[in-house]
């Protein structure tokens, strides 16, 4: 299974960026997706996940300005950022989980696939 991360730049603060994350090697329709981040110097966190039939999470830290979606179809999940924060500067990575298992949904060592990653740096 490979994934490929794309959508990161440089924007200001209140601005949005949409990522994207595509899955190719076998079909994960059945699995969870999620996104994560790792600032400089910080340890990598949770940012949002979403089941196969379509329940989401998100972080406290991003509830209500993040959103994250999925097209099985195409076999890519999306995470659309709004008024974004200068704290939320990272690297974001989009991960395929082990278990098919929503309740381990924020714990990053159950994701067995992991995108290159795409870095998002908002300027405030």
């Known amino acids: 299974v490979q994934l490929q991360a794309s959508g990161g730049g440089l924007v200001q603060a209140g601005c949005s960026l949409r990522l994207s994350c595509t899955t190719s090697g076998r079909t994960l329709a059945v699995n969870v997706l999620g996104w994560f981040r790792q600032a400089p110097g910080k340890e990598r966190e949770f940012v949002s996940a979403i089941g196969w039939s379509g329940l989401a999470e998100y972080a406290d830290a991003v509830k209500d300005r993040f959103t994250i979606s999925r097209d099985n179809t195409r076999n890519t999940v999306y995470l659309e950022m709004n008024n974004l924060k200068p704290e939320d500067t990272a690297v974001y990575y989009c991960?395929?989980?082990?278990?098919?298992?929503?309740?381990?949904?924020?714990?990053?060592?159950?994701?067995?696939?992991w995108g290159q990653g795409t870095l998002v740096t908002v300027s405030s």
């Open positions: 991960a395929v989980d082990r278990d098919r298992n929503f309740g381990t949904r924020r714990i990053w060592t159950q994701y067995e696939y």
